[in-house]
Structures are given as structure tokens and as C-alpha cells.
């Protein structure tokens, strides 16, 4: 695989690409922000370490001025965006049948959307633990330490998974080939489908929601919910395991002092991922026959959030 693509090169975007190409690979960013990519074309990428900043020059392009084809496509744009942006590049022959579509992206049911424009055994699906952020266009803060986990989407293992694995280890990623994806997927998006839109619904940051006395009263049936639902789908989660998880997350040594990526997004004016979490398990539940009330819940509220912050503003 000699010729990578980030599709979507906000700030995680950011992290995976910049750090593969320290490693030696040749990579492209792609993005829509035009600021942003105008930035990175005439002073480099900005990265902002614990202990340095410096730039690196690196390719960057929009999806309407891709012009070549490429061996390997991360994908990581907002989850609302992917499908419109993939399939644009597939258009374009940016992505062939020769290429592997990496979906990083968060939420559930990416596999079955990007198999709407690529074979299944092209797909791959990974959960990253890393962390990134956006310092403004062209500049991106990469701090602490993270992992990888991938797999093919079918679960089949081939050559372009370990070889896949041992590119983003290259460039000290920490990542790992394995073997059940969706239970990783499913894990993450348990804690994403909590935390996510009660924070933004309070207005608080993890550690303020935490304090909250009605707080396990509402973690508990959501995470319920979510465990039954995601049976359904032959996915097996750990109720008490997960609810550990996210109270981990609590403290304010932890993640407890952070306002969750859909507050972020909400109070910045932009929409939210929910019909990709809390939405998505609502639709899972609807075709498993199972009420998900908490969930239709959350999903009816954040979009109601949607409509006063953005569009009677807009």
C-alpha cells in the first residue's frame, strides 16, 4: 500500500495522517474546510505537542480536486458526511476495487453504508482511544498517548489487515489486528450514546454530569437498553463492565473535566452525531422489535437542541 488517503482531516484526522507520514508513507489529506486546507498548502501542518510544535509538510486537497487513486482510504469525516464524501471519491476513482476503505469513524452501522459503494471485503472498521484537537485551520494538538484496534468487516483475516496493522504501527499508533470489532465498536458506542448526549442535554462537563443525584438513574436503563439491542445484532456486552467503564470516565483526572465531542459540536452551531449513536440503536431496536425508549428519548431531545441553537439562529 504505498498511497494513503485521510478522508476527513479534521483534527483526528490530523493525528493518523501526520504521523504516517513521519513514518514514511506517502499520504494525501482530504477535507472540505477550505481554511483549513488553504492553511496546511502554504505554511504546512501546524502540531502542537506535550513538549514541542513544528510543522511538516504534507499534501492536503479537497474532495473536488482529487485527482489520483489511492491504495488505502481512512475515513474520518463526520459520520453524516461519509457517505456523500466516499461516494464522491469513488466517482472520481479516487477509491477502486483495489482500494481499503478504513473507517475510524465513531457511531455504529458505517459498514453498512459504506458497503452501498464498495464491496464488503474492501471495508475495514477500527476503534482508536486517541485523542486530538484543532487549534484553529492548519494547526492541531496532539497530546497523550492511545491505541488502534481494526478488522476486516466481514471478520475475515487477509494480508492487507496485518499489513494495515503494521503501517499504523509504523508510525506508533499502538495498533492491533482483532477479533470481534463489533464488540469494540459496540463498547465505545455504549460510552458515546451516555455521556455524549447528557452532558450536552445538562450542559455539563463529564465530572458536573457526574454529580448529578439522578445520574445512575439514567445510565443504568440506557446502558440496558443499549446491551439488549446490541444482542440482537449477536453482539454480547458486559452491562455492569460497561457502566464501570463509563463511570471511570467520572473523575476529573480522567475525562471528567472535558464537555463531550456532541457538546462541542451543539454550542459551536454545528449538528451532532446522534442519528449515529442513540438514533441508530433506536432504529436497531425498531427492527428487533425492541422498545427503546431512552434512546428515542435522547435522540427526539438533541434534536430539538439541533433546532434552537442552529437552525432558528441560522
Not at 114 to 121: A, D, G, Y
Request: proline share 3%; with cysteine; net charge negative.
Amino acid at each position: 500500500m504505498r498511497k494513503i488517503s485521510i478522508i476527513g482531516s479534521g483534527a483526528m484526522g490530523c493525528r493518523i495522517g501526520s504521523q504516517l507520514s513521519q513514518a514514511g508513507y506517502s499520504v494525501t489529506l482530504i477535507d472540505t474546510w477550505e481554511d483549513h486546507v488553504q492553511a496546511i498548502r502554504e505554511k504546512g501542518l501546524e502540531v502542537q505537542t506535550e513538549t514541542d510544535t513544528y510543522s511538516i509538510d504534507i499534501p492536503v486537497t479537497t474532495p473536488n480536486e482529487v485527482n489520483e487513486s489511492f491504495d488505502l482510504a481512512i475515513v474520518l469525516t463526520k459520520s453524516m458526511q461519509s457517505e456523500e464524501v466516499v461516494r464522491k471519491l469513488y466517482d472520481k476513482g479516487a477509491i477502486t476495487h483495489h482500494t481499503a476503505v478504513l473507517s475510524m469513524m465513531n457511531g455504529l452501522g458505517h459498514d453498512e453504508r459504506l458497503s452501498k459503494i464498495v464491496p464488503h471485503e474492501q471495508i475495514f472498521l477500527a476503534v482508536t482511544m486517541w485523542t486530538a484537537g484543532l487549534r484553529g485551520p492548519g494547526k492541531v494538538l496532539l497530546e497523550g498517548i492511545g491505541s488502534i484496534e481494526l478488522q476486516r468487516a466481514d471478520g475475515q483475516t487477509d494480508e492487507r489487515t496485518e499489513r494495515i496493522a503494521q503501517m499504523l504501527n509504523d508510525a506508533q499508533l499502538n495498533a492491533k489486528v482483532s477479533d470481534d470489532i463489533f464488540r469494540s465498536i459496540w463498547s465505545k458506542a455504549t460510552l458515546n450514546s451516555v455521556l455524549n448526549p447528557l452532558c450536552t442535554i445538562f450542559d455539563k462537563t463529564i465530572y458536573e454530569f457526574s454529580q448529578n443525584p439522578i445520574a445512575s438513574k439514567l445510565v443504568h436503563p440506557l446502558v440496558a437498553e443499549i446491551v439488549q439491542v446490541a444482542t440482537s445484532r449477536g453482539v454480547h456486552l458486559d452491562q455492569q463492565e460497561l457502566i464501570q467503564k463509563i463511570e471511570n470516565a467520572y473523575p476529573k483526572e480522567a475525562q471528567g473535566l472535558h464537555y463531550p465531542s456532541m457538546h462541542q459540536d451543539l454550542y459551536n452551531g454545528r449538528y451532532t452525531e446522534i442519528d449515529y449513536l442513540n438514533g441508530q440503536i433506536s432504529k436497531y431496536g425498531d427492527e428487533a422489535d425492541i422498545d427503546t425508549p431512552y434512546n428515542d428519548t435522547l435522540t427526539f431531545l438533541i434534536h430539538q437542541y439541533e433546532f434552537v441553537h442552529i437552525e432558528e439562529q441560522s
